[in-house]
């Protein structure tokens, strides 16, 4: 452990597990390591969660989640423990990473033996974003829940080595429409989510601070009809929040 620590690798993958909220999850050279600002991204999409569930109270009225980009299974896991089968009917995890849906299906396994409470089904699926989902879906999703990667290729040069010991795939990624580094998968989240989403429903994404500005844009283009962004607990802008309204 001392010789792999010596080398730069992550101290979370030598533990071989890391704290998230109230899980203790399983992580690897697979997947990210779960980080404070996205257990602040869950809380305010558990807000939105339960204010849905006023909304759409009535018999047969459980939750459909999606956490696009899973993972290691922090965000499904977490909506599924914290709001439990009651809220939620199912919560689908996508990630394009076999490796890191291997992961994610170890540590529903490990939560499920664990609960004290009776989960919602988790659907681990393979592929890019919420185009794995089941064409029943359409329209009858309720929540939307994404880490995607939002660091640009500029930046990835100088981040911190630990940093760089992580999946380059899921922290990287392309310039966003207006030219913002990094935004291309924050953007592609939003335009995807607003074809899966019912009414009401609503979107929430991880960012960078610096592009919370053209973030909220794009969602504004995109129809949402109310958009804003939440900040961290260092008070950065961090969770960009896009609903859809009960009507058209």
């Known amino acids: 452990m001392a010789a792999r620590r010596a080398r730069g690798e992550p101290l979370q993958y030598i533990f071989g597990h890391w704290p998230f909220r109230d899980l203790d999850l399983r992580v690897d050279g697979r997947v990210l390591i779960p980080r404070p600002e996205t257990e602040q991204v869950v ?11 006023v909304l759409r109270s009535g018999p047969g009225a459980g939750l459909v989640a999606v956490d696009a980009g899973t993972g290691s299974g922090a965000i499904a896991l977490a909506l599924a423990t914290e709001l439990g089968a009651g809220m939620v009917e199912q919560i689908w995890a996508v990630d394009s990473s076999a490796g890191a849906l291997e992961v994610a299906t170890a ?8 609960a004290l409470v009776v989960l919602p089904d988790i659907a681990l699926v393979q592929g890019s974003w919420l185009a794995p989902l089941s064409e029943r879906l359409r329209g009858r999703v309720d929540l939307v829940v994404s880490n995607p990667p939002y660091v640009s290729d500029s930046e990835w040069a100088g981040l911190d080595p630990e940093v760089r010991a992580e ?6 990624a392309g310039t966003g429409r207006d030219g913002t580094g990094g935004l291309a998968d924050v953007e592609a989240v939003l335009e995807e989510a607003r074809l899966w989403l019912g009414r009401p429903g609503a979107v929430v994404v991880e960012l960078a601070p610096h592009q919370a500005e053209a973030a909220q844009d794009r969602a504004r283009q995109l129809g949402y009809d109310e958009v804003r962004v939440e900040p961290d607990l260092a008070g950065r802008s961090r969770a960009l929040v896009a609903r859809l309204s009960g009507s058209q």
């Open 43 to 53: 809380e305010v999409a558990l807000g939105e969660a339960r204010r849905l569930a």
């Open 107 to 114: 540590n529903v396994q490990a939560s499920r033996a664990a």
């Open 167 to 172: 999946p380059r795939r899921a922290l990287v």
